[in-house]
């Protein structure tokens, strides 16, 4: 399914509207939205993550097999309190 140029940039304004309302710890902060006319691109400037991505994070933990499970448990605790989030 492909989306009209106009279908995709009303649901872009309307997740970035979303973005815009959130104010949680365990997820990243929405600063602004800038879109370039001459490449037709569109730049979020969200919080930096010290820390590197969630993936780097998972990957690097990989061979401390000993403090993966309380690491999993900590990670999807954080998730679930985020997608529970109501602003």
Known sequence: MFL???EL?????VEVNIMRML?????IKFYEALYSEEYE????????CEK???????RSKEAE????PLDARRICYDMAK????RN
């Open 4 to 6: 009209r140029k106009d």
């Open 9 to 13: 940039e009303e649901m872009l304004k």
């Open 23 to 27: 104010d949680h710890p365990n997820i």
């Open 41 to 48: 691109r569109l730049y979020l400037i969200l919080e930096f």
């Open 52 to 58: 590197g991505s969630l993936l780097g994070f998972i």
């Open 65 to 68: 097999v000993d403090s993966w």
């Open 82 to 85: 985020a997608m529970f989030y």
